[in-house]
């Protein structure tokens, strides 16, 4: 029986996502600090001196070694104060318990839901938004603490990613698409000819007219991106008259939407929050969303604008709440 096993439980079991607790640590931690303690207990006469030593020299072997374990400094100690071979004692009943206990984590970690030994989190960000901040900083932020925390880098900086995005999600409120979309929608039908879409574009000043069917289901989408592409940016001279023998047809030209349409459409639901556009639009490149129902109907479009306005508002009612103003100070 080793009572500091009991400790070496507690994490285990409890706390199975902490680096302390990992299977490398424990069976490290344990049975390097007895083999410390044995060391001690050999050559250092005087047991309080020995069981000071071991604890101290365990605690150094552990940090560089990565296997930093609390119970293991108590380990040492029960080394030293166990009259016995200390080695032997290392090999049985420590080794064999640490490894008896790693098996019944990993069981019981496994049967509870949770991973054991705990996965390292890689955060992989394509791009980094103005404000946002970065690894750099979280390992800046780290230096400058300089404490040992009970939680990997990785897990930190997951958690402070989460904790941004609830934050953001507090500022936009419960906001839904269903509630910052354009309704009732522009939409067009795929054999609609493109003089008629880009008289639509035009008259309602809007730069982009989703495609649909006839049970209004988003099959595509068509922008004046799309017409631009066509007329052959390329040459500058004579640009309007290209768009207008375009629009206009002629033979050899494609003269409907399907012709020019993207097929592969980002849709979202008209039941999801606002803030999970808001990748879509700043890294996905897109300007226009469709939103549909619980059918995958048409009922709306939601553009940057919208996004931006819906934010601005949100920022300027808690401003007015918190008593600012959003007046600079």
């Not at 309080?48 to 552990?62: D, E, Q």
């Not at 990565?66 to 119970?71: F, N, T, V």
């Not at 017409?227 to 629009?247: I, P, Y």
């Not at 033979?251 to 803030?275: C, F, L, N």
Request: glycine share 10%; proline share 6%; charged share 15%.
């Amino acid at each position: 029986m080793v009572a500091s096993l009991g400790a070496s439980a507690v994490l285990v079991f409890c706390m199975p996502s902490s680096p302390l607790a990992q299977p490398w640590p424990v069976l490290g931690g344990s049975t390097l600090s007895a083999l410390v303690g044995a060391v001690c207990a050999a050559f250092i006469p005087d047991p309080a001196v020995a069981g000071a030593v071991a604890v101290g020299a365990s605690i150094a072997l552990m940090v560089p070694l990565r296997c930093l374990h609390p119970p293991g400094g108590a380990m040492a100690l029960y080394v030293v104060l166990t009259a016995g071979d200390g080695v032997h004692l290392a090999a049985f009943p420590i080794l064999f318990n640490v490894v008896i206990l790693l098996i019944a984590g990993v069981v019981y970690n496994g049967l509870t839901g949770r991973s054991y030994p705990h996965p390292q989190r890689i955060v992989r960000r394509a791009s980094v938004a103005k404000g946002a901040f970065t690894a750099s900083d979280v390992d800046a932020a780290l230096a400058h603490y300089n404490e040992v925390l009970d939680v990997s880098r990785a897990d930190l900086e997951g958690l402070l990613h989460l904790a941004g995005r609830a934050a953001f999600q507090r500022t936009l409120g419960e906001v839904l698409c269903s509630d910052i979309m354009s309704h009732p929608p522009f939409a067009v039908e795929a054999g609609v000819s493109l003089k008629d879409a880009w008289a639509l574009m035009r008259t309602e000043q809007i730069k982009a007219l989703p495609v649909v069917d006839g049970q209004r289901l988003v099959i595509g989408i068509v922008t004046v991106a799309d017409f631009m592409r066509l007329a052959n940016l390329e040459v500058h001279e004579g640009l309007g008259q290209r768009l207008r023998t375009l629009v206009m047809g002629r033979a050899g030209h494609p003269s409907q939407v399907k012709e020019i349409m993207s097929h592969h459409v980002q849709v979202a639901q008209t039941t999801q929050h606002a803030m999970d556009l808001v990748p879509l639009f700043s890294q996905g490149g897109h300007h226009h969303i469709p939103i549909v129902d619980e059918q995958d109907r048409l009922v709306g479009v939601i553009t940057q604008t919208d996004l931006v306005r819906t934010l601005a508002t949100a920022i300027q009612g808690r401003d007015e709440a918190s008593g600012t103003g959003g007046n600079p100070k």
